[in-house]
């Protein structure tokens, strides 16, 4: 069938992310999603297993979330957001705050997950000048990814990453293995204790470097990082951009290491995949860093669309749904069928690595040759699956029903055979 003309008369006009415009494939054209799947123009729908990078934690067009930004929309679409304030984002605020741990109190409101990035890089960097140290450095790790703008390239992986290619014009920051063998332990206590005097903040995404290429850690490394943060008197940064609102298994990653960063950045799931919004939180200490009786102490930051109304109306009626339906359950019943579905491919051929942790589940290759081929054979078996690097990763919306999950699973299993 051939393609709708809004796509054949705008394609031309569009500049796709992360792709070579020589070569990319057509992107598929969309006319609706409902649940676990996307409909296609030529009729036909794929299940969904990547929840549109991981944001549609209860499935596409829920309607209780629908319903919360239909209300929303009648009432106020937009208001600015300095010297004005309205209760979507002041209740967001409190439920956040209550919702994340330690004293995690204080929510600074943004558009996407790099720009809560930028502004974590730039509390952190500040709250120390404004204790009149200059302390220009981050610690990062190998693996990890933070986004695409400027800041958050320079604490991304600069040679297994993305952005490698622009690493030679970025600022340098530190980049370490993550303290999760004794090598790397030793050889991180070593780091800081060198350089502990110049960082701002060590940045981490807690047990699931996600972009980087789904590579998980143990509570412990966390636990570690914690430590070696408190003793130094560095800032710890905790992107929980993906694993956030239960990717997991619990409501934050950090829950599961029974620690509290100083700075958590949100994003992706926060509204349930309805809204871009992300958020920037700081606990007591770092936010009483800017308070101060000197005007330049404070954080000069302001997103022109920050705290959108409809966005934290979706995103109260998202943490609505994890209150009163039963989304952690949902995770640790993916877990389990992820961890018997996608144990078999450790058997087959040119498979390096099967690991699950919550509603996520990896199947990394040695090698994936033609990856535009892999993304269309899994098109073709009715499944919305993203390989990358050498990795085909599931992660679900919470809501999957069984034969649908059973889809995914059996696909992967089926393309790679
Ligand atoms: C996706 C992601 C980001 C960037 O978020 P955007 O909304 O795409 O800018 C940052 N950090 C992590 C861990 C992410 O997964």
Redesign the pocket.
Known sequence: MADPRWLDEGLPHLWLPYAQMKSAPAPLPVVRTEGSRIFLADGRSLVDGTAS??TACHGYNHPYIREAVARQLERMPHVMFAGLAHEPAATLAARLAVLLPGDLDHVFFSD????A?EIALKMAVQFWLNRGETRTKFLAFRGG????TLG?MTVSDPEGGMHHRLAPVLPHHIIADLPRDESSVAAFERLMEREASSLAAIIV?PLVQ??GGMIFHEPEVLRSLRDAADRHDVLLIA?E??TGFGRTGTMFACNAAGIAPDIV?L??ALTGGTLAL?ATVANRRVFDGFRSDDAEAALMHGPTFMANPLACAAANASLDLFDNEPRLAQVAAIEAILKRDLAPCRALNGVADVRVKGAIGVVELDNIADIAALRRRFVDAGVWIRPFGNTIYLTPPFTIAEDELAMLTGAIRRVLS
């Open positions: 990078w991981w996407s997950g790099s720009v990035v990814y933070h986004g695409d958050a995404e996600g972009a992107d951009i993906f950045t994003s992706k992300a």
